[in-house]
């Protein structure tokens, strides 16, 4: 009787590897699709040239500042944001993700200037000819410390005070709170911001998130002006969908659905090609 229990276990066992192998066999080509693409959306951010001026000579620096997964509205398909940044600033950012076999690129603006120009091999493909983000003080805050450990400590102090939403949708009661991730996803390099007026002394860009999508990013920065620090806000979305933003119980950004446009003036383009 213990040698057919013996038996019977050890048959369970096979019976359980081989379905495991099966599983895995049927999920390989999956998976090695969402490796290739992934592998693909990063290299992506390199189609492009961006510069803070048409005249610049300088080439703005990209970074992919995360990766994240939508499964409600992307069918799980990979995404990366990657921001591109002037001399430790981020001025512009792109959320890249599969879209119905193609890869679509949705760059905005985070300049406080109207000068960045972005080009391909075709040419310029977009051009703002507004800034990216309006910057305000933050209400009741302290003046930024003195060392960048105590400041990183008030900037997540600071980024609990603000929420953000997707408004109603069709069929959805209540809006739809988004969460924010607990660490910047980007960090300042102070040494290299520019001495522009007002001078940037720190920063850092948090992200309201679906799941792991970026929809919101928020700016706090350390900045100096009239021989005083303060600091400072400044909302953009990271998607084409409505949202909303609050400090405390005032709504400070509202934006209804992009549409899909390639108006290379606006403060954010969609761009689509095929996936090679």
């Known amino acids: 009787m213990r040698f057919y229990r013996s038996l019977m276990v050890l048959f369970g066992t096979a019976l359980a590897f081989v379905a495991s192998m099966e599983s895995r066999a049927g999920e390989a080509p999956a998976d090695e699709h969402f490796r290739k693409v992934k592998q693909l959306l990063e290299q992506s951010i390199n189609w492009y040239e961006l510069r803070p001026k048409a005249e610049s000579t300088q080439r703005l ?135 522009t007026e007002p001078r940037v002394r720190d920063g850092g860009m948090f992200a309201f998130v679906k799941g792991t999508d970026p929809e919101v990013v928020l700016l706090l920065e350390a900045v100096e002006h009239d021989e005083k620090m303060v600091w400072q806000y400044a909302l953009a979305r990271a998607t084409a969908w409505a949202v909303e933003a609050s400090l405390g119980d005032r709504v400070v950004l509202s934006v209804g659905h992009l549409a899909v446009t390639q108006d290379l003036k606006s403060t954010q383009i969609q761009i689509r090609r095929p996936i090679p």
């Open 61 to 195: 620096r990209p970074e992919i500042v995360m990766s994240w997964q939508n499964p409600v509205r992307i069918n799980t398909g990979p995404g990366v944001l990657a921001i591109w940044t002037d001399r430790g600033r981020p001025v512009a950012m792109a959320s890249i993700f599969e879209w119905n076999r193609e890869i679509c690129h949705e760059f905005g603006s985070l300049s406080r200037s109207n000068t960045l120009v972005a080009r391909d091999q075709t040419g310029v493909i977009w051009s703002p000819d507004t800034p990216g983000v309006n910057f305000a003080d933050v209400p009741d805050a302290p003046p930024p410390a003195a060392s960048p450990a105590s400041r990183l400590r008030q900037m997540k102090a600071l980024a609990e005070r603000f929420s953000a939403r997707l408004p109603d949708r069709v069929g959805e009661a209540e809006r739809e709170v988004l969460r924010l991730l607990p660490k910047p996803i980007y960090r300042y390099d102070a040494k290299e911001v520019p001495s």
